[in-house]
């Protein structure tokens, strides 16, 4: 049974780096026909899609966000990891990540997300 | 990339039947069969409940079901249930190769 688990600090500091982790278990994240994603949800407010990677490596991100992310894979590991750079407190949220079926819009798997602060 | 757009609220006595929207643009909802629906209680993670405007996930009820018309999206519950009270999200392919969500309704059973 395919699992997902979000792994982070809880608390960064503005301008700093956020930094977080997501294993799978269940499934191996080198096999084709899946994108591994990350979205997230501030406090009280909307889902926002952040990006995602396939496991060739290649990559898509939200616009208004692509100056700041990346998402890379550690197929040693079997998890992928999101970095998001000179945070500040509107990227406050509760960070999920996801998979989604190649050429689906079923983003079949969910996280049970992580909530990273942003503040001093 | 805009958000698509929702009712920020609807509601329905039980038994009844309620339709969502979700309206986007010929760039997204309008252009691509890609779109999904997000069920959200509080304090959990969304879960698939259509895909790929009209699919369902094994587990999900035949009470749910989509379609799509131009550019906008849409999901109806029938036989409302105290269970199906929940945020519900819309979400598209865009013709960037990105993704966009609309910004979620609120449904109430009376």
């Known amino acids: 049974q395919l699992q997902l688990q979000e792994s982070g600090p809880g608390l960064v500091k503005p301008s700093e780096t956020l930094s977080l982790t997501c294993a799978v278990s269940g499934a191996s994240i080198s096999s084709s026909g899946y994108y591994w994603g990350w979205i997230r949800q501030p406090p009280g407010k909307g889902l926002e899609w952040i990006g995602n990677i396939y496991y060739s490596g290649s990559t898509n991100y939200n616009p208004s966000l692509k100056s700041r992310v990346t998402i890379s894979v550690d197929t040693s590991k079997n998890q992928f990891s999101l970095k998001l750079n000179s945070v500040t407190a509107a990227d406050t949220a509760v960070y999920y990540c996801?998979?989604?079926?190649?050429?689906?819009?079923?983003?079949?798997?969910w996280g049970q997300g992580t909530l990273i602060t942003v503040s001093s | 990339q805009s958000a698509l757009t929702q009712p920020a609220s609807v509601s329905g006595s039980p038994g009844q039947s309620i339709t969502i929207s979700c309206t986007g643009t010929?760039?997204?909802?309008?252009?691509?069969?890609?779109v999904s629906w997000y069920q959200q209680h509080p304090g959990k993670a969304p879960k698939l409940m259509i895909y790929?405007?009209?699919d369902r996930p094994s587990g999900v009820s035949n009470r749910l079901s989509g379609s799509k018309s131009g550019n906008t999206a849409s999901l109806t519950i029938s036989g409302l249930q105290a269970e199906d009270e929940a945020e519900y999200y819309c979400?598209?392919?865009?013709?960037?190769?990105?993704?966009?969500f609309g910004g979620g309704t609120k449904l109430t059973v009376l």
């Open positions: 979400s598209s392919y865009t013709s960037s190769s990105t993704w966009v």
């Open positions: 790929d405007v009209s």
């Open positions: 996801t998979r989604r079926v190649e050429s689906t819009s079923n983003r079949d798997c």
């Open positions: 010929s760039s997204d909802v309008g252009g691509y069969k890609y």
